[in-house]
């Protein structure tokens, strides 16, 4: 099985805290020693995980990005079977708070936009199967670590599943830019699904139809619009502070 690489001192130890049983090895770079680095290494030291050195130019073979020195081989992210959906709302406590993703397909927007649901709360993100980004390790490495404990749902059939969410009680409401109401003035305190759909082409017709209402963002530069995962998190924070309001 091919090895997902992580990198990066946040998004290494937040693995190593979250989930150490998933590291089969960590590659540091040579010549690099620092008190960040030592900590880390010192983390993966108590969880017994064998560490080796390794050139740079072998390191940046590895790594798509910036890995400040360490690289963390994992057991591929699997997200959350659709069929563990229903056992997850029901053990939602509290009010539930739900993002849906309707055509994400930037593994670095799919990243950011879990590390913001986990910053807020979220309970589960949902997206259909078909055009939506993987869970891979670029996702995962965006998201610093909220890939590990924010529930991923890619499901068959999102028109279907926006129906069972609402037969729980859940109201959707879906982002868009001609929405007759802002974010300020909808009332997002109770049960919540929050549609984000993707750059551009925003919600799917089927899904915009499946929301109970739609909202914007107000924009009161030149530009019209923000990357989605700007937006999501404008979105999700505002209905933070009705919620905790």
Not at 42 to 50: K, M, P, R, V
Not at 62 to 83: V, Y
Not at 218 to 237: D, R, W, Y
Request: net charge neutral; proline share 4%.
């Amino acid at each position: 099985m091919k090895l997902d690489a992580v990198y990066g001192l946040h998004a290494v130890t937040t693995l190593l805290q979250r989930s150490a049983n998933q590291v089969a090895e960590i590659w540091v770079q040579k010549g690099r020693v620092d008190q960040r680095m030592q900590r880390v290494l010192e983390l993966a030291q108590e969880q017994g995980i064998s560490v080796r050195e390794a050139d740079k130019g072998l390191m940046n073979q590895k790594a798509d990005g910036n890995h400040q020195g360490i690289i963390a081989f994992r057991q591929p992210l699997q997200g959350t079977s659709e069929k563990q959906l229903p056992e997850l709302l029901d053990r939602i406590e509290g009010t539930p708070f739900i993002l849906i993703l309707d055509g994400v397909t930037d593994p670095h927007n799919l990243g950011a936009c879990l590390r913001t649901a986990d910053a807020a709360g979220v309970h589960v993100v949902i997206a259909p199967k078909d055009k939506s980004a993987p869970l891979n390790a670029t996702a995962a490495k965006v998201a610093c670590g909220a890939a590990e404990v924010v529930p991923y749902v890619q499901v068959t059939n999102l028109a279907r599943t926006m129906k069972e969410l609402q037969e729980r009680g859940i109201w959707i409401g879906g982002a868009a830019g001609e929405a007759p109401a802002s974010i300020y003035q909808q009332d997002m305190s109770g049960p919540l699904a929050l549609v984000m759909g993707a750059e551009g082409a925003g919600m799917r017709r089927l899904t915009r139809e499946h929301c109970d209402f739609l909202i914007n963002i107000p924009m009161a530069g030149e530009v019209s619009s923000v990357n989605v995962s700007v937006a999501t998190g404008i979105c999700l924070f505002e209905a933070v502070r009705q919620r905790r309001g």
